[in-house]
């Protein structure tokens, strides 16, 4: 049975999602990546992105995400058409790692940025990574180089952060430095821990 012991791990653009997975990692937790599970997937299907939108998005074997990346946000009928395509290989994907997970028996992770948006998981719980939408912003920006009417056209995308934090059954707050964002996820993983007793090996 999948998802039974998955805790979804959430929150918008530019919150800090990757940096807490890493950390999450570090501190011992499992962790399936939905974003390297739907990169692997359009890899392996370039010959359909090349077929659907044009050779100018694909290189050789290689997607070119991020010219396909400002089409979809500019388009979204080829957002759709894309979506429709990868999102059942994707979460096949998903269940597949999930089950092997399971039989394990104690919690991991499933690393899935638009889980709340498209509700696609039997998932209960929720862990959200949060940051001011200030912040967001200016983090975005930073990090990709977009003006702040793209910035705020991507993030705007996504559900409002503060709608996912209050979804969430735990948040990671990442409103500060990286010392404060480690300790938060120590935390995190001293709460499951006292949650649920350590698998018998």
């Avoid at 990692?25 to 599970?37: E, H, M, P, V, Y």
């Avoid at 392996?44 to 396909?68: A, C, I, M, S």
């Avoid at 719980?125 to 975005?140: G, I």
Wanted: glycine share 6%; net charge neutral; proline share 4%.
């Amino acid at each position: 049975m999948a998802f039974k012991y998955a805790i979804a791990l959430t929150g918008g653009i530019a919150t800090g999602k990757s940096t807490v997975a890493s950390l999450l990692t570090l501190n011992g937790l499992r962790i399936i990546d939905a974003d390297t599970i739907a990169h692997r997937i359009l890899e392996e299907n370039h010959g359909w992105v090349r077929e659907q939108f044009g050779d100018e998005y694909v290189n050789g074997t290689k997607v070119n995400r991020p010219l396909l990346g400002k089409r979809i946000f500019a388009d979204p009928e080829a957002k759709k058409e894309l979506e429709a395509f990868l999102h059942p290989k994707i979460r096949a994907a998903i269940e597949a790692e999930s089950e092997k997970q399971d039989r394990l028996g104690y919690p991991y992770l499933i690393d899935i940025p638009l889980f709340f948006e498209t509700q696609s998981y039997p998932i209960e719980h929720s862990v959200v990574v949060y940051t001011p939408k200030t912040l967001q912003l200016e983090r975005f920006m930073k990090r990709n180089g977009f003006s702040e009417e793209e910035s705020l056209r991507r993030i705007g995308s996504q559900m409002d952060i503060e709608e996912k934090k209050a979804r969430a059954t735990w948040v990671i707050d990442n409103s500060s430095n990286l010392r404060h964002l480690q300790k938060e996820c120590e935390h995190f993983v001293e709460t499951i821990k006292a949650l649920y007793p350590a698998p018998k090996v």
